[in-house]
């Protein structure tokens, strides 16, 4: 076959060698399925007497072509070009490096033989997409390993190493080093016994456990709360229990095709192509980072600890600067805890190595050769400016100075220096280790080759960094802020705390806006509340209850009562915190609230702020919004987003129910400008992706 085909057949001896070549991923788009069915033509017809299929660059093969998902599927389909595989005459190998996923996986269950070179994973990563297998992976797989590693591989979507298929029988063999020279050597080995065929299908049904599928539905509910397809996924590997592999492929392919035409599949993959997305920046391309070898932080807190954490577990070495000893130890102490909790999570082998990259130091000169250096310091102006004009006097030139404020303003920052070009927010999420959202804060006066050595820190930080513009709040807490005000608003107006928390969670946040309050301590509240006040609309409402809880000293989960009294985290009602609310609705008009009217108008405040973030250039797309949320804020996944969920309910009708309120309260329901001209010419939040991107 010609060089530049997806697919080439050439001959090792006896030996067919089938090497799937369609970077970047070895996606099994429609030439490569193509390209396999006749390359099994050609093995069926000519006299190789074995062959193995490889993939050529980094991998095996991706899987299905994910941009062809929504569009009417072209034969050959891939399970029929698994089936295809398997019913070759002569024995063929798999021979596996690098992922092997979702349909990947499934090609190496139709061939007769598995070997994997070291590095190489297995996974069925469908139900990140809102899907299952649907190539015949869940009756092949647990024909091979019984019904439990299926169930989990194809529930939790999380790929499983060499070792462990080797371990459940997923594969035959596990060998190092090049996969086409370890397939053809397999190959030999197995002419020379005189293997034959050894379909996957024509195995006994795996036996079937009603109690495993029990426990496995009522742990996958729990687990993947809101989710159709893993449930579907254990629906599917059932049926192999009870159906021969005809059959079963048949009911996999009808459960994959409904969940194919499913709302779940469309956010979900809108979040996978926006993960993405969400980096590449015309403004970027092009643009090389600056050097990021040693990280400088200042302030040992729990931010600064955290961020610190965060460089070492990604093998930056880290000076943290203290005011004093006594302090640089307590951070060390926080970092060291930080890094112990990563290895019982199973995310370490060896805290004390990566320990090893962390000094600490009380005088700025300890920062002269670092790279880059992030201030987590009191959220206060005048402490800020302080410390970046220390910083400006010892850093060395190039090197650049980043703020985690969470909302001051990143400019006037930049202007306490005599190098504002090379300044810059990052604002981590707590715990700044674990979280994986990163807002990349840019004032104007930002070269682009910082803003890009951001985004490259975010990539060695295995985080989601996301461009912002700045103003209070940045894009996440700016729209929070509406979001919550909603609530307060719906309180105000006849809703309970506990009805508002239970109709968001059921929308499929892990949380509601109150218990959110309990967990962060609802002197969070207050005292932005207070910050804000000298500038506060008079059209804007306070939520004067909650600034009583305050004084009352209810500040939620650390002091045991807020929104919920706590039994350790168990947290009840708090009726208590009725009578404040029943004085501050006093002479406002009162109704009752459906769960679907609570979504509604939580969701609507998210969507309008989201559109005036984006109007105003803070965000530079929809998708960026939708990325914030998902990463820092909770937002369900299999939503894809809040912008996804507004296209997807229409725009015309938001629009009208924001105009309807706006009625009663102008001044918090102003439609979004951007909301109003995408009604007017007919366009969505997705349109606006597709023109920016
Ligand atoms: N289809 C189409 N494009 C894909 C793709 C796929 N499966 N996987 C990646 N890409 C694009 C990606 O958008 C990016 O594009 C580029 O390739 C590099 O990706 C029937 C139905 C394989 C581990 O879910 O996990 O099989 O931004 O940056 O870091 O049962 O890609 O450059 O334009 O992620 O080296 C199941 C998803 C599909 C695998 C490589 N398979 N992909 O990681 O590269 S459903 C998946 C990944 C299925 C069957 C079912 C990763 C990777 P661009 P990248 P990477």
Redesign the pocket.
């Known amino acids: 076959m010609p060089n530049d085909q997806p697919v080439r057949y050439d001959r090792h001896g006896e030996i067919a060698v089938i090497t799937v070549a369609n970077p970047?991923?070895n996606?099994?788009?429609l030439a490569v399925r193509q390209g396999l069915w006749a390359a099994m033509d050609r093995f069926d017809a000519d006299d190789a007497r074995i062959a193995v299929i490889v993939g050529e660059g980094?991998?095996f093969l991706?899987?299905?072509?994910?941009?062809e998902?929504g569009k009417p599927p072209v034969a050959p389909h891939?399970?029929d070009v698994c089936d295809r595989i398997e019913a070759a005459v002569k024995p063929v190998i798999a021979a596996v490096h690098g992922?092997a996923?979702?349909?990947?996986c499934?090609v190496a269950l139709g061939a007769h033989y598995r070997l994997a070179v070291t590095g190489a994973r297995f996974g069925?990563?469908?139900v990140?997409?809102g899907?299952?297998?649907?190539?015949g992976?869940s009756q092949r797989m647990p024909r091979l390993t019984g019904v439990a590693p299926a169930l989990e591989m194809m529930c939790s979507g999380a790929p499983i190493s060499a070792p462990r298929a080797l371990e459940i029988g997923l594969i035959d063999r596990v060998a190092e080093g090049d996969p086409r020279k370890a397939g053809i050597a397999y190959a030999g080995e197995l002419l020379a016994e005189g293997a034959g065929v050894r379909r996957t299908g024509a195995l006994p049904c795996p036996t079937h456990d009603a109690a495993a599928f029990a426990e496995a539905r009522a742990a996958w509910a729990k687990k993947a709360k809101g989710q159709v397809a893993p449930l579907v996924a254990i629906d599917a590997v059932e049926a192999a229990t009870r159906m021969d592999l005809a059959e079963g492929i048949k009911e996999e392919r009808r459960l994959?095709l409904d969940l194919m035409q499913t709302p779940q599949r469309a956010g979900m993959i809108h979040a996978?192509?926006n993960d993405?997305?969400v980096s590449?920046l015309p403004e970027l391309q092009g643009i090389s980072p600056r050097p990021l070898d040693r990280i400088g932080v200042i302030g040992g807190g729990t931010m600064g600890a955290g961020i610190a954490t965060a460089c070492l577990l990604a093998g930056l070495p880290v000076t943290l600067i203290e005011r004093d000893a006594a302090s640089a130890d307590k951070a060390r102490a926080t970092i060291t805890g930080n890094l112990d909790a990563a290895v019982k999570r199973g995310k370490l082998k060896d805290a004390a190595a990566t320990l090893s990259g962390l000094s600490t130091a009380t005088d700025y000169a300890a920062l002269s050769d670092v790279d880059l250096v992030i201030e987590a310091v009191f959220e206060d102006m005048g402490v800020k400016k302080e410390v970046f004009t220390q910083l400006d006097a010892v850093l060395k030139p190039g090197a650049i100075l980043a703020t985690n404020t969470s909302y001051l303003d990143v400019t006037e920052i930049a202007a306490a220096t005599s190098r504002p070009q090379d300044v810059i927010g990052l604002h981590f999420f707590s715990p700044a280790h674990v979280m994986k959202l990163l807002e990349v804060v840019v004032p104007e006066t930002t070269a682009k080759d910082v803003t890009a050595t951001a985004f490259a820190l975010a990539k060695r930080l295995k985080k989601t960094a996301v461009k912002a513009g700045v103003c209070d709040g940045f894009i996440g807490n700016r729209i929070l802020a509406t979001y919550r005000g909603a609530a307060d608003r719906m309180i105000l107006g006849g809703a309970t705390p506990w009805e508002i928390d239970a109709a968001i969670k059921d929308f499929g946040l892990p949380m509601g806006p109150f218990e959110m309050g309990d967990l962060a301590g609802l002197d969070i509240g207050f005292m932005t509340r207070a910050r804000k006040a000298a500038t506060r609309d008079p059209r804007d409402i306070v939520p004067i209850w909650a600034d009583e809880m305050y004084h009352k000293g209810w500040l939620g989960q650390k002091t045991g009562q807020g929104y919920y009294t706590y039994e350790g985290r168990k947290g009840t009602p708090n009726e208590a915190v009725m009578p404040l609310i029943e004085t501050a609705r006093e002479g406002r008009p009162q109704q009752a609230f459906t769960p679907e009217m609570i979504q509604r108008r939580y969701m609507a405040a998210m969507v309008n702020e989201a559109a005036k973030v984006v109007g105003e250039g803070i965000a530079a797309r929809p998708l960026d919004v939708d990325v914030t949320l998902l990463y820092g804020y909770g937002f369900p996944r299999w939503r894809g987003g809040p912008m996804l969920w507004a296209d997807t309910e229409g725009l015309p009708g938001l629009l009208a129910d924001i105009q309807g309120w706006a009625k009663d309260d102008p001044y918090f329901w102003q439609p979004a400008p951007l909301l109003e001209q995408l009604v007017a010419e007919g366009r969505t939040f997705s349109d606006l992706n597709e023109a920016t991107s």
């Open positions: 970047p991923v996606a099994l788009g980094a991998l991706g899987g299905a072509d994910i941009r998902f891939l399970p992922p996923l979702g349909g990947g499934e069925f990563p469908e990140h997409l899907l299952i297998p649907g190539a992976g994959f996978f192509f993405r997305k590449k």
